[in-house]
């Protein structure tokens, strides 16, 4: 029994240029799944950790309109919008007159109303590590009390100020 026959079909079945086409689909198949495996079946490691604790961040959003408040509701999902990373959930919106300092000629520190405009501070809930008094949200985006930020939730994209950083006591 001849392996390759004269028409160039192995065992005198199977056509050569057919072995050659289901090589290059499998390993298609394999690279398509190789770079998008990840966004099919995360595999985040850091979910076994024991480290993993619920934490809480109130941002300040400073001078906007208001319909940029209404856009911000209770259960939205907070990004990072420089990695894009999920990086918590709002569990509270609260709404106030923007204001501005300003000082006379005098000396004297004067805050005036900004009209049409709001400051809306916004309390998130995240889960992370705590470690060496940093708090990391998802894991890998450290949160620090007192830096400015880009947040963005599925409807707004802000620049805001962190005011505080803790753990909610029950």
Do not use: C, W
């Amino acid at each position: 029994m001849k392996i390759l026959h004269e028409n160039g079909k192995l065992f005198g079945k199977i056509s050569m240029v057919d072995i050659l086409v289901v090589i290059i689909v499998i390993v298609l198949i394999y690279g398509v799944y190789s770079r998008f495996a990840n966004d099919i079946m995360p595999q985040n490691n850091n979910t076994t950790n024991s480290n993993v604790q619920e934490f809480y961040y109130d941002i300040e959003i400073k001078n906007v309109i208001p319909e940029t408040g209404s856009m911000i509701k209770q259960g939205d999902k907070v990004y990072d919008k420089t990695s894009g990373t999920e990086i918590g959930e709002v569990v509270d919106v609260k709404t106030n007159s923007a204001k501005v300092e300003f000082s006379t000629n005098e000396g004297k520190i004067i805050e005036t109303e900004i009209k049409e405009k709001i400051d809306i501070i916004v309390r998130v809930k995240s889960l992370g590590n705590i470690k060496d008094g940093k708090y990391l949200a998802n894991y890998t985006i450290d949160i620090l009390a007192g830096e400015t930020r880009q947040f963005e939730t599925k409807y707004v994209s802000v620049s805001s100020k962190v005011l505080d950083v803790y753990i909610m006591e029950e």
